[in-house]
């Protein structure tokens, strides 16, 4: 299962309504495998805690950086 967790309001983006745009969100899972798969087809490694869920990524930071868009 996959939950999704609100970003601090000082790391959302600045649309006028916070919690309102996808990207104030991170995906979550409720076991650190299912974090683990996910973050294999992301391309980084590891996972890390939000409280009793688990996170993509070694870091939120280093997850915050592959769900960046890319330009073309």
């Known amino acids: 299962m ?4 609100p970003m601090p309001p000082s790391q959302q983006s600045p649309n006028g309504g916070a919690g309102t ?6 995906e979550a899972y ?3 495998p299912s974090a683990e798969i996910r973050a294999r087809k992301l ?3 590891g996972v890390h ?4 869920l688990y996170v993509p990524c ?3 930071s280093e997850y915050q950086t592959r769900m960046q868009p890319r330009s073309a």
């Open 2 to 5: 996959v939950s999704a967790i």
């Open 21 to 26: 745009n996808s990207n104030d969100f991170i």
């Open 49 to 52: 805690r939000e409280g009793t």
């Open 30 to 32: 409720g076991s650190a």
């Open 43 to 45: 391309g980084c490694q």
């Open 58 to 60: 070694a870091t939120r």
